[in-house]
T-cell receptor, first 111, second 114 residues
Framework: EDKVVQSPLSLVVHEGDTVTLNCSYE??????LLWYKQEKKAPTFLFML????IEKKSGRLSSILDKKELFSILNITATQTGDSAVYLC???????????FGGGTRLMVKP | GAGVSQTPSNKVTEKGKYVELRCDPI?????LYWYRQSLGQGPEFLIY????????DSGLPNDRFFAVRPEGSVSTLKIQRTERGDSAVYLC????????????FGPGTRLTVL
């Protein structure tokens, strides 16, 4: 059975801080790993990672995948209150038809 | 263009009642997915459609849950004899056929069973 564990479960920081969110996974026939940001209801797509060691970057957010150690991290630098959300990681199993989501990390950024 | 839309946004019902939740995918997306998200947890897969057919319904929890997509576009998730444990946010996502790992989510329907 596929497993996805995210840590920490929740995190409270102040604006300007840097945070690192972790995602470890056990997935058969791994193809890719996706990160989503969920503020209210709809998860919104952040990154898709398929190759180890290649950092993907979008503004203050960046992410990297380690397929040997089976984890991914999401970094957010110079956090802002608008970064407050639940961050979800979801590896994709090439043999299946769905994303398997972790429980998410709830980030709160205080002014 | 328009994203995935879901209606209603909120649904309150009584235990034992029947409910239907609707999903309008992004135009041109042949793949459609239903997920259920309970409070404090990540979304859990329910069912996947490729076109009109349910290609994978392994995530449906029991036979009270059923979903259709008769014309390969709009999908309806149907729950019979609702139970309090069915209370959750039901999310729909769609993708292009060849990009199953890039799914775009709708805003969800929050179902509350009293």
């Amino acid at each position: 059975e596929d497993k996805v564990v995210q840590s920490p479960l929740s995190l409270v920081v102040h604006e300007g801080d840097t945070v690192t969110l972790n995602c470890s996974y056990e997935v058969t026939n791994f193809r890719s790993l996706l990160w989503y940001k969920q503020e209210k209801k709809a998860p919104t797509f952040l990154f898709m990672l398929t190759s180890s060691g290649i950092e993907k970057k979008s503004g203050r957010l960046s992410s990297i995948l380690d397929k040997k150690e089976l984890f991914s991290i999401l970094n957010i630098t110079a956090t802002q209150t608008g970064d407050s959300a639940v961050y979800l990681c979801a590896p994709y199993n090439n043999a299946g038809n769905m994303l398997t989501f972790g429980g998410g990390t709830r980030l709160m950024v205080k002014p | 263009g328009a994203g995935v839309s879901q209606t209603p946004s909120n649904k309150v019902t009584e235990k034992g009642k029947y409910v239907e939740l609707r999903c309008d995918p992004i135009s041109g997306h042949t793949a459609l997915y239903w997920y259920r998200q309970s409070l404090g947890q990540g979304p859990e897969f329910l069912i996947y459609f490729q076109g009109t057919g349910a290609a994978d319904d392994s995530g449906l929890p029991n036979d009270r849950f059923f979903a259709v997509r008769p014309e390969g576009s709009v999908s309806t998730l149907k729950i019979q004899r609702t139970e309090r444990g069915d209370s959750a946010v039901y999310l729909c996502a769609s993708s292009l056929a060849g990009a199953i790992d890039t799914q775009y989510f709708g805003p969800g329907t929050r179902l509350t069973v009293l």
